[in-house]
Structure formats: structure tokens, C-alpha cells
């Protein structure tokens, strides 16, 4: 039936003419293409559209642009992107932003939860992370414009993508693209020394807190060693609930109170 249906769909597309430029919109229901075989109008190609049928749709994506800069200067940087799979850590996509413009452009396929990561030579990475099970309209897309920062001294990140068990400092598998990731950045950059950071929100007693903070910042130590980044080139430290960045008194505030931070020293 498939077969039937793609030979019937490709003849009523095909004609004598050209026909090229063949494009599918995000939803995946209705393709453009253009042709000089079916107007009126001499050799001019004209733009047309039709419904895909059922069998044929891919699956519906949403995406993210957006620009990346020096964020001290503004410069353009032509970044490298990675999409992976937070729960199997599959790379799904690559991608690279515009040399002269540092715009990107970069397809999110709906329905999981992806670690989204953007670097260039010389400069600390970005990390993010999309949960596409919930809903987001397919119409409009998710504009990120990222200021990464030079690697030197001083210079502090959020690691978006550590994640812990709840009152607990044992990492969660999702945790492993964002360790591999910061591995990988540590091997590029030998000169690099950093300080990992565990923060808390304010919730519990301020002794739990600095105690949990201190054990999570240690998990990251420790993995980051048996993935071959010599001891002497890390150090870590809990800070407990003492550094907020957002409110404690919203859920919002609270989870980002909750991270792990690198500074590099």
C-alpha cells in the first residue's frame, strides 16, 4: 500500500519540467517545492504546496536560533553545536553556526528531553538542556542567543546539565553528557585549572545543605579523575545554601539555587 501510495504521490508531483527545492515544514504535513513543468509562464519557476499524505509525514520538529557572541567584545563566534539525548545520551544532531554572522540554526525533534551544547576554540562551552514533552507551538521557535566567555581565570559556569537523585549526591545517568562534555574540554584546554562548586537551595538545615553541597561537588571530582583529568588540576568546595542567583521563594528560584558550578583558577 505504501509503494502504491509513493508511486501515486511522485506522478502527480513529477512533470516534463524541473522540479526542485523540495522542502517540508516543521509540523511534516504539507511539503513546497517548485517547478517550471506546470505554470504558464515560459522557463519562470513558480513555488507550490501540497499535503503530505499520512504515511509519508516525518516526524514534527521544532528548533532553535539564535546568534553566539564574545560576550565582553560582542564578536561573532561560528560555534559548534551538539544535540544528544539526555536519556541515552545518542547524538542526534550536529551543526555549525554562520563564520560571518555566528547565526545558528538547529532542528529539536519533539517528544524528549535533550542536552543542547554550543563551543568554540579558546572559549568556555554552553550548556542547556529542552524538554520537548511539553508543549511548545510548532510555529514558533525557541531564540537563544549565547555569549560564550574566554577561557581565563576567574571566569565561573553553570554546569545545565549535572543532575542528582533528590537529597542525594549520587549522579543521575542524564548526568554523563555534560561530564564526558566537560572531560573532553578539560583534555583540549591542559593549562586549565578549575574549582567545582556545589550549591543548594535553602530548604533543610543550613549544616544538611553545606554537607550535600560538598558530597555532589565531590561526585564530580571523582568522575571527572576516573576519566583521566589529573587530581592536580581540580579542586572542589561546597558552598551549602550561602550563594543564592535567584529567589528561594519560588520553585523556579529554588531549582536554580540547586547546581553545580566550575571555576576556572
Given at each position: 500500500?505504501?509503494?502504491?501510495l509513493c508511486i501515486n504521490w511522485v506522478s502527480q508531483i513529477n512533470t516534463q519540467g524541473d522540479e526542485m527545492g523540495f522542502v517540508v515544514n516543521a509540523r511534516g504535513n504539507r511539503a513546497y517545492f517548485s517547478?517550471?513543468?506546470v505554470n504558464d509562464e515560459g522557463?519562470?519557476?513558480a513555488i507550490y504546496y501540497f499535503d503530505l499524505p499520512e504515511p509519508l509525514r516525518p516526524e514534527p520538529v521544532l528548533y532553535v536560533k539564535g546568534r553566539v557572541f564574545d560576550i565582553e567584545s560582542g564578536e561573532t563566534l561560528p560555534a559548534d553545536f551538539e544535540l544528544k539525548d539526555l536519556a541515552s545520551a545518542e547524538l542526534?544532531?550536529?551543526?555549525?553556526?554562520?563564520s560571518f554572522t555566528g547565526e545558528f540554526l538547529v532542528c529539536l525533534p519533539i517528544g524528549g528531553r535533550y542536552a543542547f551544547r554550543a563551543s568554540h576554540p579558546g572559549y568556555m562551552f554552553y550548556s542547556g538542556h529542552f524538554d520537548l514533552h511539553k508543549g511548545h507551538s510548532l510555529e514558533t521557535p525557541y531564540?537563544?542567543?549565547?555569549?560564550l566567555q574566554a577561557v581565563k581565570a576567574g571566569v565561573k559556569m553553570t554546569?545545565?546539565?549535572i543532575f542528582f537523585e533528590t537529597d542525594s549526591y549520587e549522579l543521575r545517568d542524564e548526568s554523563k553528557i555534560e561530564l564526558e562534555g566537560l572531560i573532553s574540554f578539560m583534555k583540549e584546554?591542559?593549562?586549565v585549572k578549575i574549582l567545582i562548586g556545589g550549591?543548594?537551595?535553602?530548604?533543610g538545615p543550613a549544616a544538611y545543605n553545606q554537607l550535600l553541597s560538598e558530597n555532589r561537588a565531590k561526585s564530580v571530582f571523582i568522575y571527572l579523575t576516573r576519566g583521566g583529568v589529573p587530581q592536580e588540576r581540580l579542586k572542589y568546595k561546597g558552598f551549602g545554601m550561602n550563594q543564592p542567583i535567584d529567589d528561594n521563594s519560588s520553585i523556579e528560584g529554588r531549582a536554580k539555587n540547586r547546581r553545580t558550578e566550575i571555576t576556572v583558577l
Amino acid at each position: 500500500h505504501l509503494i502504491s501510495l509513493c508511486i501515486n504521490w511522485v506522478s502527480q508531483i513529477n512533470t516534463q519540467g524541473d522540479e526542485m527545492g523540495f522542502v517540508v515544514n516543521a509540523r511534516g504535513n504539507r511539503a513546497y517545492f517548485s517547478s517550471d513543468g506546470v505554470n504558464d509562464e515560459g522557463n519562470s519557476k513558480a513555488i507550490y504546496y501540497f499535503d503530505l499524505p499520512e504515511p509519508l509525514r516525518p516526524e514534527p520538529v521544532l528548533y532553535v536560533k539564535g546568534r553566539v557572541f564574545d560576550i565582553e567584545s560582542g564578536e561573532t563566534l561560528p560555534a559548534d553545536f551538539e544535540l544528544k539525548d539526555l536519556a541515552s545520551a545518542e547524538l542526534v544532531v550536529t551543526a555549525q553556526g554562520n563564520s560571518f554572522t555566528g547565526e545558528f540554526l538547529v532542528c529539536l525533534p519533539i517528544g524528549g528531553r535533550y542536552a543542547f551544547r554550543a563551543s568554540h576554540p579558546g572559549y568556555m562551552f554552553y550548556s542547556g538542556h529542552f524538554d520537548l514533552h511539553k508543549g511548545h507551538s510548532l510555529e514558533t521557535p525557541y531564540v537563544l542567543d549565547i555569549g560564550l566567555q574566554a577561557v581565563k581565570a576567574g571566569v565561573k559556569m553553570t554546569l545545565e546539565n549535572i543532575f542528582f537523585e533528590t537529597d542525594s549526591y549520587e549522579l543521575r545517568d542524564e548526568s554523563k553528557i555534560e561530564l564526558e562534555g566537560l572531560i573532553s574540554f578539560m583534555k583540549e584546554n591542559p593549562e586549565v585549572k578549575i574549582l567545582i562548586g556545589g550549591h543548594t537551595d535553602n530548604q533543610g538545615p543550613a549544616a544538611y545543605n553545606q554537607l550535600l553541597s560538598e558530597n555532589r561537588a565531590k561526585s564530580v571530582f571523582i568522575y571527572l579523575t576516573r576519566g583521566g583529568v589529573p587530581q592536580e588540576r581540580l579542586k572542589y568546595k561546597g558552598f551549602g545554601m550561602n550563594q543564592p542567583i535567584d529567589d528561594n521563594s519560588s520553585i523556579e528560584g529554588r531549582a536554580k539555587n540547586r547546581r553545580t558550578e566550575i571555576t576556572v583558577l
